[in-house]
């Protein structure tokens, strides 16, 4: 399994864009690069998911350069409602386990 | 989407007793489930994979015999802490994967006094 390594927090204003890089050195193969997000005491929600180049969704983009070992899950304009936690995590996702990281914890500011 | 539920959402036993917490995939079958643990200000430990109609695999450090994993059907398994003791205090999440993803449960508050 890969291991993925996040910074541990980051600050931002409403209306920013927000970067968040994840490195993931060992990806293999057949992983997938997928990214959630947590509330305090709820479980993690997906938020997208990608192999290579760019997705988009209607929340963020993901953005993989063609060597993998790292992804950037992109937030436009953040609100107050963005603070959370967010976990990169790397691996085959048909049944099997994720290993989780330690994420990183986004604070949004008025 | 997938949805995944949890019961009870929050839970309080006394030091001894056994609590026993279920995770439901309730839209789609999921013969593998896993099931987390999460301190407070601390990342998901994976605890064990819940497989269907066998036993539970479990990660390194976690006792099977204090977690008891039962996965009976296709969209149930549950998890039972015996002899609990307030270390055993956290919140635990479970998850099926669908999709190439992952959905998890809301998570059950598990407080032992």
């Known amino acids: 399994l890969a291991k993925t390594t996040q910074p541990i927090s980051m600050d931002s204003y409403e209306g920013q864009e927000v970067n968040i890089t994840c490195s993931h050195n060992?990806?293999?193969?057949?992983?997938?690069i997928t990214w959630y997000q947590q509330f305090p005491s709820q479980g993690p929600r997906f938020i997208i998911q990608?192999?290579?180049t760019k997705v988009t969704n209607e929340v963020a983009s993901l953005f993989i350069p063609a060597d993998r070992k790292s992804s950037t899950l992109s937030l436009p304009r953040v609100s107050l409602s963005d603070t959370a936690v967010y976990y990169c995590?790397?691996?085959?996702?048909?049944?099997?386990?994720?290993?989780f990281g330690q994420g990183t914890e986004l604070s949004v500011k008025p | 989407g997938a949805v995944v539920s949890q019961h009870p959402s929050w839970v309080i036993c006394k030091s001894g007793t056994s609590v026993k917490i279920e995770c439901r995939s309730l839209d789609f079958q999921a013969t593998t489930m896993f099931w987390y643990r999460q301190f407070p200000k601390q990342s998901l430990m994976l605890m064990a994979t819940?497989?269907?109609?066998?036993?539970?695999?479990?990660e390194q450090g976690v006792e099977k015999d204090k977690f008891l994993i039962n996965h009976a059907s296709l969209t149930l398994s549950t998890l039972t802490v015996t002899s609990a003791h307030p270390e055993d205090s956290s919140f635990y999440i479970c998850s099926a994967p669908r999709d190439r993803k992952e959905y998890f449960g809301p998570g059950t508050r598990l407080t032992v006094t």
């Open positions: 060992n990806i293999a193969t057949n992983d997938y």
């Open positions: 819940s497989n269907e109609g066998s036993k539970a695999t479990y």
């Open positions: 990608g192999y290579k």
């Open positions: 995590l790397v691996g085959e996702t048909q049944g099997g386990k994720l290993i």
